[in-house]
Each structure stands twice: as structure tokens, then as C-alpha cells.
């Protein structure tokens, strides 16, 4: 079993930036797609950024203000959200599936962002 443990959730006025943790608790090298996703009271989970297949991907209406990182070092995923929108607020899930676990996904328990007007 993987552990995911997300940080650095918060309070933040429109405009303003915040970076979220993802700590994995083994190699990130044993994981795949990566990413983070987003729900709010109400809508449906929705995939916000994600690492995969070598590459990077986004929602739209993220674009251009989130970026995804990793850091094989720390064994940790950030999410680097800027001029961020009170319609950003949700809680947001680090999510990984094994590269070596047929069907095996992980979850975090989510952090909150709240970006007030």
C-alpha cells in the first residue's frame, strides 16, 4: 500500500499563489499518472494536472496559472498554482496509480483551497 499525504492548502485571495505537496510514501519511480484533481461541494471530481507519459497535462481552465513537478529526491509531487480564481476553490486529491500493480490506485485525503474575491 501507498501512502499519499497532501499539504500546503489554505486560505488565499484571488491573485494570489499557493503550492500543494504530494509526499508519496515509497519511490515515485514505482508510480505513474501522477497528478492532481480537484472537487467541489456538489460537482464531480475533475482532473486539474497530471504527469503522464513523459509529459504534462492540463485542464483548460487551469492553463497557463498551474504547473505539476516532481522532486525524485523527496519522493514528492507539487502542484504550483498561481493567480488563482475564488472558482479554484475545492479540495484538492494527489491520485497514482503502480506501474507494476495491475488495477492499484491511490488517493490522498485531500486538502482545501479557499481563494476569496
Do not use: H
Amino acid at each position: 500500500q501507498v501512502q499519499l499525504v497532501e499539504s500546503g492548502g489554505g486560505l488565499v485571495q484571488a491573485g494570489g499563489s499557493l503550492r500543494l505537496s504530494c509526499a508519496a510514501s515509497r519511490s515515485i519511480f514505482s508510480l505513474r499518472d501522477m497528478g492532481w484533481y480537484r472537487q467541489a461541494p456538489g460537482k464531480q471530481r475533475e482532473l486539474v494536472a497530471a504527469l503522464v507519459s513523459g509529459g504534462t497535462k492540463y485542464a483548460d481552465s487551469v492553463k497557463g496559472r498551474f504547473s505539476i513537478s516532481s522532486d525524485n529526491v523527496k519522493n514528492t509531487v507539487y502542484l504550483q498554482m498561481d493567480s488563482l480564481k475564488p472558482e479554484d476553490t475545492a479540495v484538492y486529491y494527489c491520485n497514482a496509480k503502480s506501474r507494476f500493480e495491475l488495477g492499484a490506485v491511490y488517493w490522498g485525503q485531500g486538502t482545501q483551497v479557499t481563494v476569496s474575491s
